[in-house]
């Protein structure tokens, strides 16, 4: 059974920092692909960043320079360091693994009960 917890979203300032972690289990962790998406009231679903099993990260260019995606094969963990935070990156975070991607990832995610909240005030 596939599963994906998150933690360590919450309420911060502009120009804060925030860490996301997520633990995966039931799936083979070290070869898939993992990712983050996330999704503000009334905007559409975005994939914010990836990263493949030997470390190659892709970011979008609204966080690009200011997130950093990692990942602990050991622990089966990937994290998202998000600095220099902006009200527009309040939304619902979501882990995510290569069979979530896709348009529809923050609905089925959602669906999951995952999801964790980051809220930037100004």
């Known amino acids: 059974q596939v599963q994906m917890v998150e933690s360590g979203g919450g309420s911060v300032q502009a120009g804060g920092s925030l860490r996301l972690s997520c633990t995966a289990s039931?799936?083979?962790?070290?070869?898939?692909?993992m990712g983050w998406y996330r999704q503000a009231p009334g905007k559409e679903c975005e994939q914010v960043s990836t990263?493949?099993?030997?470390?190659?990260?892709t970011y979008s260019d609204s966080v690009k320079g200011r997130f950093t995606i990692s990942r602990d094969k050991g622990k089966n963990t990937v994290a998202l360091q998000m600095d220099s935070l902006k009200p527009e990156d309040t939304a619902v975070y979501y882990c995510a693994h290569d069979g979530h991607f896709g348009e529809e990832a923050c609905d089925v995610l959602k669906a999951w009960g995952q999801g964790t909240q980051v809220t930037v005030s100004s």
């Open positions: 039931g799936f083979t962790f070290h070869e898939s692909v």
């Open positions: 990263i493949t099993g030997d470390g190659s990260t």
